[in-house]
Each structure stands twice: as structure tokens, then as C-alpha cells.
């Protein structure tokens, strides 16, 4: 039997449908993170995050002391979903431990400063959008298609020419 037009246009339709949701699943989950997001990363390279440092707040002397440190981040998370971030250095240990798309307080985004944060994965990304006081950061985090690069860019809403991104190793 032979296709009308209209059919093969409505075959068509159903097929650019399927694709589109196809192509779509799972890039908004609600957990757990894929596998490559998870292990131990150390920090090789970074730029701008004295600026950032500056734009929270702090002061010359912690700026200093951070921009020398390359601390280890480990990210872990449990069946249920519950996602656990630690970062290491020699001067300090912060954690948070979020779920996606439930808003949750930290304050090791912010320069121990209070902020209400959502982290939402989006494809090979993580985003978290971070409300502290006045402003409104975005905390970028991309993986390389292997994961073994995490890439971390950071910006301030109010003001783009804060812009910090830092560049990191999977160790594990």
C-alpha cells in the first residue's frame, strides 16, 4: 500500500516526538547522579575565584591563602538519592548534603555566609542556583563526556564580570 502525504507527515510528527522525549529523558532527574559524577576530585586550575572571593566578602588575607590551596572534592550519594559534596584542604573542610531540586541552607558556597541553595541536574551538569542576601550566584558544574574533568564556573547574576572557573582531576 502506498502513503498518503498526510500520513507521512503524521509518521514524521510521531518520529520527531519520539526523538525529542527520547532525547530528553532523564536529563531533569531527581537523583541518584550518574555514576561518572561521582568520586574524588582534586583542583588543577583555576581563574577569577579571587574576584569571586572578593565579591562575598572576603578579605585580602583569606583570598590569599585560599588561591594557593588545591583542595580535593569528593562527591558520594546514597540509593535514596541523598548527595553528599566534601571539599578538603589543608585549611578547611566544608560539606553540604543536598537532595535535587529541594532548596536546602549551606554556607560553604558563600564563604560560610548563609544562602539558601537548588542543585538540579541538567544533562552532564550540575546546577545550583544560590540566593545570598542580594544576590544570585550559579555554581556550574560540567563533566567531560569520560568524566574524568569536572569543570566549575561560577558567576554572580548582579554583576557578570564576576566570573570564576575552576578546573578539576578525577582522582577516584
Known amino acids: 500500500s502506498v ?3 498526510q500520513q507521512c507527515f503524521a ?3 510521531f518520529f520527531a516526538c519520539l526523538v525529542v522525549c527520547i532525547s530528553n529523558y532523564g536529563v531533569e532527574a531527581r537523583g541518584p547522579l550518574p555514576e561518572y559524577m561521582l568520586g574524588k576530585f582534586q583542583l588543577e586550575t583555576s581563574e577569577g575565584f579571587s574576584d569571586f572571593m572578593y565579591k562575598m566578602g572576603v578579605g585580602w588575607f583569606q583570598r590569599s591563602i585560599a588561591c594557593t590551596l588545591y583542595p580535593v572534592t569528593t562527591i558520594s550519594q546514597t540509593e535514596d538519592g541523598e548527595i553528599t559534596q566534601v571539599t578538603q584542604s589543608s585549611f578547611k573542610t566544608k560539606t553540604d548534603i543536598f537532595r535535587l531540586n ?5 554556607n560553604s558556597l558563600t564563604a560560610g555566609q548563609p544562602s539558601t541553595v537548588v542543585a538540579r541536574l541538567q544533562g552532564n551538569k550540575i546546577i545550583r542556583e544560590v540566593k545570598k542576601g542580594d544576590l544570585d550566584l550559579a555554581f556550574v558544574t560540567e563533566y567531560s ?3 574524568n574533568k569536572m569543570t566549575m564556573t561560577v558567576t554572580v547574576k548582579q554583576d557578570p564580570t564576576i566570573k570564576a572557573v575552576r578546573g578539576f582531576t578525577r582522582l577516584a
Do not use: H
Open 145 to 147: 563526556g569520560d568524566g
Open 11 to 13: 509518521i514524521m510528527i
Open 102 to 106: 529541594t532548596p536546602y541552607q549551606s
Open 3 to 5: 502513503f498518503r502525504p
